[in-house]
């Protein structure tokens, strides 16, 4: 019979942030308009390794997918879900906020950004670079 060794991982605090990506109420909240159930199955591990990573001193780093009234600055998205020329993840709308459970505290740094890519047209990589 086989036998599975747990392995600790080593970190680097100093070369370490834990990103959390699009845990947004539309994208969690049941009956959301873009609502992915996994997401919200995973909320308690990613609550337990958020205040770990806090604890620890890594940065928690988030990102937040905003689509815009008035300019389709996602045309493919759009595209395939016609709803979304109107409704979903808009600036200052409930659903675009990251749920409560996962709130960033202040001084957190939130990327918002318009693609499903984080690095695309983003300070992503100036943030984590730095």
């Known amino acids: 019979m086989a036998t599975i060794e747990q392995k600790r991982w080593s970190l680097n605090v100093d070369k370490t942030a834990l990103l959390v990506v699009d845990m947004q109420r539309d994208f969690v909240e049941k009956g959301a308009i873009m609502e992915v159930p996994m997401a919200r199955a995973r909320v308690p591990a990613m609550q337990s390794l958020v205040k770990q990573s806090r604890a620890s001193g890594i940065p928690v780093i988030f990102t937040r997918h905003l689509l815009l009234d008035g300019h389709n600055i996602s045309p493919l998205e759009v595209t395939y ?50």
């Open 81 to 130: 879900q016609p709803w979304l020329r109107t409704a979903g993840m808009r600036e200052g709308r409930p659903g675009s906020d990251i749920i409560p459970d996962l709130a960033p505290e202040p001084g957190e740094i939130v990327i918002e950004k318009h693609r499903y890519d984080g690095f695309y047209n983003t300070r992503l990589e100036t943030v984590l670079r730095n």
